[in-house]
């Protein structure tokens, strides 16, 4: 069976709880396309005003992070029932700016996604090479070993409902795309990887998103990859842009 596109915004730290609502509203009749599934990633304080107003549309509301802890003493965090009893069912994992800012390992990933399957969250779990790993030729590599650790554990039916994020970290927010041919040779390799885990049928049904300064202009020929299963949008996904990424086959 095809896999159906999914495509993704990630707010990150933008737009106030009005600011969100305004957005939602703006980019609704913008992002309608049966074709794909279409979430945006928001800020935790706006995931409530916004999957108001995205009642009755397609529009799925997803978080940007969860810890991977049920409850207690770790302020500042939110956690995944709080996610689930707010009607969220995706979630992005393991970002690269989280592991830069916020000191995010493989291992805490792997727990985060785990502890997300517990509570029926789909991961929108993120992977990617520095430009200096591009240049050492150990992209592959350091890839698979991303995707090894985020996986520990984890079973194939899990594995099959997930959404892998190929982000290389040197063309997010820079404006730095990859090549198609970039892209497309990584996504692939991620879903090799999978098949080693698991097996061909797990490989066949996860879905693959590239992200890295995706725009209205280069989104068709990305997601027309044999691989690439959508993406994932920083910038572009607080504009109207984001309409035509979304409806990147019309
Ligand atoms: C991202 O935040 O995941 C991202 C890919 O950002 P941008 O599209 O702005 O490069």
New binding site residues.
Partial sequence: MARKKIIAG?W?MNMTPSQAVELVNTLKPLVVNDDVDVVFCVPAIDIIPAMEAAKGTNIHIGAENMYFEEKGAYTGEISPAMLVDAGVKYVIIG?SERREYFAETDETVNKKVLKAFEHGITPIVCCGETLTQREQGVTIDFVRQQIKIAFLNVSAEQAASAVI?Y?PIW????GKVATTEQAEEVCKAIRECIAEIYDEATAAAIRVQY????SASNAAELFAQDDIDGG?????SLKPDFGQIVCYNK
């Fill in positions: 990630n990150k970002h994020a982000e063309a997010i927010g820079t992200g890295g300064s995706v994932l949008v920083g910038g572009a």
